[in-house]
């Protein structure tokens, strides 16, 4: 992390590992999974937690340690941390977790979302010791480890321990726009369909697994649509995802989206900021954000 010597350089090197990560991302399709790294790096929050950093986990990058990357719900997890690698050690002055978070609203963006104008200077955990325990990420159906009756419960156990609301978990939600489940990661999804085979699968991507929605490397409102419509057996709806609309309190916000992608787009960039920094620490006279 930058000291007061080298914040220029350090700067430089932000802006460098973004166009790298950038070409990385156009080159590869890797949108889906640099999301679902940063995601699950800083989804391990819990507010509950007094603890001194990094205790109570967060965005810290100990998703790169084991026993953290072999949890269950990390299945698949190490490729994206190969495919960011060669970045980080390009350049050594930009954080692991600042990487991570940068490569997912890169993702975001790329797939013409919405800018999100993250904030850098994050400080990586550097121990195995320093890893989140298993069972604090969400799951996609039943049976839930939390002990949850239904998918509603479930997420807001989940995200309300983050210290989210029930806008935050609609929102956030709605990034499943972009990429697929593949069954034998997630237990989830079918195999193949229509829509991850040729000729629809882009060049470069591995083909297989079950989106949901058609276009799945575009980053639109889509998924609020095909999740409310039903229209086609080929698009995933997890049990979470039919909960945005068969929970009263979620509804407002996923009948919202599914008719203004711009109202979505805004509240998105609002929760992507917030998951992008929990459980951050920043070293002192950081927190810059890229022009």
């Known amino acids: 992390m930058p000291s007061a010597v080298d914040t220029d350089s350090w700067k430089q090197q932000l802006k460098g590992a973004r166009a790298d990560v950038e070409a990385l991302i156009r080159a590869t399709h890797a949108n889906p999974i640099l999301i679902r790294l940063a995601w699950h790096d800083s989804g391990t929050f819990d507010e509950n937690i007094k603890q001194a950093w990094p205790k109570p986990g967060g965005a810290t990058a100990s998703i790169r340690f084991n026993p953290e990357i072999g949890h269950g719900a990390n299945a698949g997890l190490q490729a994206a941390l190969d495919l960011v690698e060669p970045v980080k050690q390009k350049y050594p002055l930009v954080s692991y977790a600042d990487l991570y978070q940068m490569a997912s609203a890169i993702g975001v963006e790329i797939a013409g979302g919405p800018a999100i104008p993250l904030r850098y200077g994050r400080v990586d955990v550097e121990s195995p010791e320093d890893c989140a325990p298993e069972g604090r990420l969400p799951s996609a159906g039943h049976p839930f480890s939390d002990g949850s ?137 950081t927190k810059v954000t890229l022009e």
Do not use: C
Request: proline share 5%; hydrophobic share 30%; glycine share 8%.
């Open 149 to 285: 009756k239904t998918p509603a419960d479930h997420l807001r156990k989940i995200f309300y321990r983050m210290g989210l609301n029930d806008k935050d978990i609609v929102a956030l939600s709605g990034a499943h726009t972009l990429g697929r489940s593949r069954p034998e990661r997630s237990g989830w999804g079918k195999e193949e369909t229509k829509y991850t085979t040729a000729p629809n699968n882009p060049p470069g991507s591995a083909p297989g697994g079950q989106s949901w929605t058609a276009n799945w490397l575009t980053f639109d409102n889509s998924y609020f649509v095909e999740v409310k419509a039903k229209r086609d057996a080929d698009l995933l709806i997890l049990p979470t995802d039919a909960a945005v609309f068969e929970d009263e309190g979620f509804r407002q916000y996923a009948e919202k989206y599914a008719e203004d992608q711009d109202a979505f787009f805004k509240d998105y960039v609002e929760s992507h900021l917030k998951l992008s920094e929990l459980g951050s620490k920043f070293t002192e006279g």
